[in-house]
């Protein structure tokens, strides 16, 4: 069984930076996908940034140039560090592993970003 376990989320101020963490657990195969999900009040669930076991990365227009994505392949650990961040940042953020055919969730995240 996988487990993902996710800590980092919390309140900063507009313009802040905050770093999420996503650890893997379980029966972990390659080649994997893991990633960042966010979901807003009233809003669908909505990518953030993804990174595969191999290093190619994908992010959504709305985050690039102020979110990196990274990865300990040993570890089976995701990391999204968020700069820069905005009101619209606000959301519910989840971690995320795919490997064909399955994919799982983490619990989610709380990133509130209000003054």
């Known amino acids: 069984q996988v487990q993902l376990v996710e800590s980092g989320g919390g309140l900063v101020q507009p313009g802040g930076s905050l770093t999420l963490s996503c650890a893997a657990s379980g029966s972990i195969f390659r080649p994997n996908i893991m990633g960042w999900y966010r979901q807003a009040p009233g809003k669908q669930r909505e990518l953030v940034a993804t990174m595969s076991s191999g290093s190619s990365t994908n992010y959504a227009d709305s985050v690039k140039g102020r979110f990196t994505i990274s990865r300990d392949n040993a570890k089976n650990t995701v990391y999204l560090q968020m700069n820069s961040l905005k009101p619209e940042d606000t959301a519910v953020y989840y971690c995320?592993?795919?490997?064909?055919?399955?994919?799982?969730w983490g619990q989610g995240t709380q990133v509130t970003v209000s003054s």
């Open positions: 995320n592993l795919f490997f064909r055919p399955d994919q799982y």
